[in-house]
């Protein structure tokens, strides 16, 4: 079943439980490689791509028991260094494997990662910082080698542009290399400083994650230990854009408000009324219309690209005109043709969105194409006249744990056709 049939005109209201960050998790359960030892990760998030992750490692020798959101894994028996195309290829995620299987067998042979179609994602930033590092880098048709002959040497390393991937595969190599890395320019997403955490947790000396600026003094070996991923950012924005343009009322709880304070900015400008407590957010657009916004995405802690299409759709039942620009993908609007089939009034114009917001959209069979694209058609068909389909969800299914069932219980109406 990979089409959703969405009842539309409701509003959605009530709690709903954020799930563990999946731009966390990822990135974490590959780092795991870095350590014979045994290791425990709570809140991680079902979904299609920690599926295809923990297959990887599988696939690599490694033994891991994943229930009810806790997985333990044991990568001492890993003897492979070189997984499977067809997995790899599945997800963005994998290019993490490549600097913990180096560092761990000397070599890794991987093919170039897959992911959202939303640009060209290279992936130069990562091997460079690895180069720098003391690695010799092969690329060949889709594959890349990587070997090094002696421990790899920290290196003071500025990433020319701002790359959450790039920081990832840098401070894994550095952890265990001789010496001290000092990464410039680093990427400050709290992802980062999540990973920084459980890196720190198994023994590594990494400071300064969630800034531009991370300082990583390598060590010899790193332990077992337990970490708790944190709540999931990009999710929460979404769902409290759920609320905002179906006039709803909503709470986000278990998530951490302080990740997504430049999102409650603007959803405050577009009319939202905010509640924020420790680890809850309450939106209220009951009974309004939200106020067209611009938008211009960044790296954190500006607004995030993952929540560009999201805002898209509020811009396209707002009150008047917005504009929202996309800075960070080249690619990252094929969702808006499907809006516009549904009513939606919008100009693209370079890389930005010029919406003319209108009262209603209409339902329409619409066909996702990337994952935060299709959360928004489906959100689009929650408020659309009429019943909208929507194909090829197993893109929202890689990123959005329970997504339609949770959208169910604030008052949707969507099946599985
Ligand atoms: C991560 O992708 C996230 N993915 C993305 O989330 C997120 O949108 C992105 O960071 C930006 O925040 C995961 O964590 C699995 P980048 P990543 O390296 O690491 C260019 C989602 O919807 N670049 O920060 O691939 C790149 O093309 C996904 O959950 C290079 O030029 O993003 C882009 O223009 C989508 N060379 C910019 O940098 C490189 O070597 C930022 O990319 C690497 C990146």
Not at 182 to 197: L, M, S, T, V
Not at 204 to 209: H, K, M, R, V
Not at 260 to 282: C, F, N, Y
Request: charged share 20%; proline share 4%; glycine share 8%.
């Amino acid at each position: 079943m990979n089409k959703l049939y969405i009842e539309g005109n409701k509003n959605l209201n009530g709690n709903v439980r954020i799930s563990g960050s999946k731009n966390a998790a990822l990135p974490i359960l590959f780092m795991t490689i870095l350590t014979e030892e045994k290791i425990k990760i709570s809140n991680i998030p079902q979904l299609t791509d920690i599926t295809i992750a923990i297959e990887l490692l599988k696939s690599l020798g490694a033994k891991i028991k994943y229930r009810k959101k806790l997985l333990c894994i044991d990568t001492s028996s890993i003897k492979n260094f070189s997984p499977p195309y067809d997995l790899t290829k599945k997800i963005r995620a994998s290019i993490w494997m490549l600097a913990p299987l180096l560092i761990r067998f000397g070599q890794a042979k991987i093919s170039l990662p897959g992911g959202c179609k939303i640009g060209s994602r290279p992936i130069d930033l990562h091997i460079k910082g690895l180069i720098q590092l003391g690695a010799k880098i092969v690329l060949e048709k889709n594959y890349i080698s990587a070997s090094i002959r002696k421990p790899l040497v920290g290196k003071h390393i500025y990433i020319k542009k701002i790359s959450v991937g790039a920081t990832i595969t840098i401070m894994s190599a550095a952890a265990l290399a001789q010496g001290t890395t000092i990464i410039e320019n680093a990427a400050q997403e709290p992802e980062i400083i999540d990973i920084a955490k459980f890196l720190n947790t198994l023994g590594a000396n990494i400071i300064g994650a969630g800034s531009n600026k991370i300082f990583i003094k390598g060590v010899i070996k790193l332990t077992g230990g337990k970490h708790q991923i944190i709540p999931d950012r990009i999710e929460t924005g979404t769902f409290l854009i759920a609320a905002a343009v179906s006039q709803g009322y909503i709470t986000c709880c278990h998530t951490e408000p302080k990740n997504l304070k430049k999102v409650l900015i603007k959803l405050s400008e577009s009319g939202a009324k905010i509640k924020t407590g420790k680890d809850w957010i309450q939106l209220d657009m009951r009974g309004k219309k939200p106020k067209s916004i611009n938008v211009s995405t960044s790296p954190y802690p500006g607004i995030p690209t993952d929540m560009q299409p999201q805002f898209t759709l509020l811009n396209s039942i707002s009150q008047s005109k917005g504009v929202i620009t996309e800075n960070i993908f080249e690619n990252r609007f094929i969702y808006v043709s499907e809006l516009i089939k549904m009513g939606a009034q919008i100009k693209i114009k370079n890389n930005s969105i010029i919406c003319k917001g209108v009262t209603n959209l209409y339902s329409q069979n619409v066909f996702s194409n990337d994952l935060r694209g299709s959360a928004t058609l489906v959100l689009a068909g929650c408020i659309a006249r009429g019943i909208t389909i929507v194909n090829n969800i197993y893109h929202f299914k890689r990123g959005y744990e329970l997504f339609s069932e949770k959208l169910n219980k604030l008052g949707a109406n969507i099946k599985y056709i």
